[in-house]
């Protein structure tokens, strides 16, 4: 079993950056690859991006690319998402997610943290 902790969500204006930091509590096959998605309040949760196990290959939602990087420290076991040029759409709450493979879907992630709720002001 794994368990992926949030931090790092928060109130921002349109505009600025804020950065969500996502701990792991142990390493394993099933969390090769780590994602961020995202869930606004009447909507389904939505792919952000992913990352690979060893953070050289990564992809993004097109709504997002540009303005949001993900990385990650294996030393620590964290996975990290940087979000800049915030805007009122990025209004969501944001999941962490671990799988073993790199997918757009939520159903291929075994994992997933509490969340953590970003809200961007205009």
């Known amino acids: 079993q794994v368990q992926l902790v949030e931090s790092g969500g928060g109130l921002a204006q349109a505009g600025g950056s804020l950065r969500l930091s996502c701990a792991a509590s142990a390493r394993t096959s099933s969390t090769s690859a780590m994602g961020w998605f995202r869930q606004a309040p009447g909507k389904e949760r939505d792919f952000v991006a992913v990352?690979?196990?060893?953070?050289?290959?990564?992809y993004y939602a097109n709504s997002v690319k540009g303005r949001f990087t993900i990385s990650k420290d294996n030393a620590k076991n964290t996975v990290y998402l940087k979000m800049n040029s915030l805007t009122p759409e990025d209004t969501a709450v944001y999941y962490c997610?671990?799988?073993?493979?790199?997918?757009?879907?939520?159903?291929?992630?075994?994992?997933w943290g509490q969340g953590t709720q970003v809200t961007v002001s205009s």
């Open positions: 990352i690979n196990y060893s953070g050289g290959s990564t």
């Open positions: 997610a671990a799988g073993r493979i790199m997918a757009y879907g939520p159903s291929s992630y075994d994992y």
